[in-house]
Protein backbone atom coordinates (compact mmCIF):
# COMPACT_ATOMS: atom_id res chain seq x y z
CA UNK A 1 0.00 0.00 0.00
CA UNK A 2 1.29 3.27 -1.24
CA UNK A 3 -1.10 5.45 0.27
CA UNK A 4 -0.63 6.90 3.83
CA UNK A 5 -2.96 5.52 6.34
CA UNK A 6 -2.44 6.65 9.89
CA UNK A 7 -3.49 3.57 12.12
CA UNK A 8 -4.30 3.57 15.83
CA UNK A 9 -4.19 0.43 17.71
CA UNK A 10 -4.93 0.04 21.67
CA UNK A 11 -2.41 -2.08 24.17
CA UNK A 12 -1.84 -2.29 27.48
CA UNK A 13 1.02 -0.07 28.71
CA UNK A 14 2.51 -3.61 30.27
CA UNK A 15 2.53 -5.56 27.14
CA UNK A 16 3.57 -2.04 24.55
CA UNK A 17 7.12 -2.17 26.77
CA UNK A 18 7.58 -5.58 27.19
CA UNK A 19 7.37 -6.09 23.32
CA UNK A 20 8.80 -2.79 22.26
CA UNK A 21 11.51 -4.23 24.51
CA UNK A 22 12.20 -7.47 22.78
CA UNK A 23 12.22 -5.43 19.07
CA UNK A 24 8.97 -7.29 18.35
CA UNK A 25 5.28 -6.20 18.45
CA UNK A 26 3.09 -9.05 17.70
CA UNK A 27 0.03 -8.19 19.93
CA UNK A 28 -2.54 -10.51 21.50
CA UNK A 29 -4.05 -11.93 18.43
CA UNK A 30 -1.29 -11.98 15.40
CA UNK A 31 -0.74 -15.80 16.48
CA UNK A 32 -4.48 -16.52 17.56
CA UNK A 33 -6.10 -14.92 14.62
CA UNK A 34 -3.39 -14.14 12.12
CA UNK A 35 -3.20 -10.04 11.90
CA UNK A 36 -3.21 -7.23 14.22
CA UNK A 37 -6.00 -5.51 14.95
CA UNK A 38 -6.32 -1.73 14.54
CA UNK A 39 -8.70 1.09 13.82
CA UNK A 40 -8.96 4.42 11.64
CA UNK A 41 -9.15 7.64 14.04
CA UNK A 42 -12.98 7.33 13.87
CA UNK A 43 -13.46 3.84 14.96
CA UNK A 44 -11.30 4.69 18.28
CA UNK A 45 -13.14 5.56 20.73
CA UNK A 46 -16.28 2.91 19.54
CA UNK A 47 -13.51 0.21 19.65
CA UNK A 48 -12.42 1.18 22.80
CA UNK A 49 -15.57 1.40 24.47
CA UNK A 50 -16.87 -1.90 23.48
CA UNK A 51 -13.64 -3.94 23.85
CA UNK A 52 -11.66 -2.11 26.59
CA UNK A 53 -14.16 -0.54 28.88
CA UNK A 54 -13.19 -0.14 32.36
CA UNK A 55 -9.55 -0.97 31.64
CA UNK A 56 -6.74 1.64 32.43
CA UNK A 57 -3.55 1.54 32.06
CA UNK A 58 -3.48 1.27 28.21
CA UNK A 59 -1.73 3.31 25.47
CA UNK A 60 -3.25 3.72 21.91
CA UNK A 61 -0.16 3.41 19.54
CA UNK A 62 -0.19 5.91 16.32
CA UNK A 63 0.53 4.04 13.38
CA UNK A 64 1.92 4.72 9.96
CA UNK A 65 1.04 2.36 6.90
CA UNK A 66 4.44 3.35 4.48
CA UNK A 67 6.86 3.01 7.39
CA UNK A 68 5.30 -0.84 8.15
CA UNK A 69 6.58 -3.56 5.56
CA UNK A 70 3.65 -6.68 6.66
CA UNK A 71 0.18 -6.64 4.36
CA UNK A 72 -2.41 -4.22 5.32
CA UNK A 73 -5.92 -5.14 4.77
CA UNK A 74 -9.31 -3.08 5.01
CA UNK A 75 -11.78 -6.31 6.36
CA UNK A 76 -14.62 -7.17 8.37
CA UNK A 77 -14.25 -10.50 9.92
CA UNK A 78 -17.32 -10.21 12.23
CA UNK A 79 -19.72 -10.41 9.40
CA UNK A 80 -20.43 -6.58 9.49
CA UNK A 81 -20.43 -3.73 6.84
CA UNK A 82 -17.63 -1.92 8.41
CA UNK A 83 -14.09 -2.21 7.87
CA UNK A 84 -11.39 -2.52 9.92
CA UNK A 85 -7.65 -2.23 9.24
CA UNK A 86 -5.61 -5.34 9.67
CA UNK A 87 -1.84 -5.49 10.08
CA UNK A 88 -0.60 -9.78 9.00
CA UNK A 89 2.50 -9.57 10.48
CA UNK A 90 4.50 -8.58 13.41
CA UNK A 91 4.24 -4.61 13.76
CA UNK A 92 7.72 -3.37 12.52
CA UNK A 93 8.63 -0.86 15.39
CA UNK A 94 9.88 2.26 13.12
CA UNK A 95 6.03 2.22 11.94
CA UNK A 96 4.65 3.40 15.29
CA UNK A 97 5.14 7.45 15.39
CA UNK A 98 3.31 7.67 18.64
CA UNK A 99 2.82 6.15 22.49
CA UNK A 100 -0.16 8.10 23.79
CA UNK A 101 -2.00 7.01 27.14
CA UNK A 102 -4.91 5.83 26.84
CA UNK A 103 -6.97 5.99 29.71
CA UNK A 104 -11.23 5.60 30.07
CA UNK A 105 -13.18 8.33 32.63
CA UNK A 106 -14.11 7.81 35.67
CA UNK A 107 -17.31 5.74 35.02
CA UNK A 108 -14.52 3.49 32.69
CA UNK A 109 -15.67 4.58 29.43
CA UNK A 110 -13.75 6.32 26.98
CA UNK A 111 -15.03 10.00 25.84
CA UNK A 112 -12.21 11.62 24.23
CA UNK A 113 -9.62 10.78 21.63
CA UNK A 114 -5.80 11.22 23.37
CA UNK A 115 -3.67 14.09 22.10
CA UNK A 116 -1.38 13.54 19.79
CA UNK A 117 1.64 15.38 19.05
CA UNK A 118 1.22 18.34 17.15
CA UNK A 119 0.51 17.75 13.17
CA UNK A 120 2.80 21.00 11.97
CA UNK A 121 5.76 18.26 13.54
CA UNK A 122 4.79 15.48 10.97
CA UNK A 123 4.45 17.60 7.98
Known amino acids: MND ?6 IVSRERWEREAASGVYRG ?16 VLRVANERFRGQSELVL ?21 EL ?10 ESVTAVLPFDPDDAGRFQRFPVEPSASQHA
Open 61 to 81: LVIDSTRSTPELRFENTEGGA
Open 28 to 43: DTLDSEGFIHCSLREQ
Open 84 to 93: FPHIYGALDL
Open 4 to 9: RVILYH
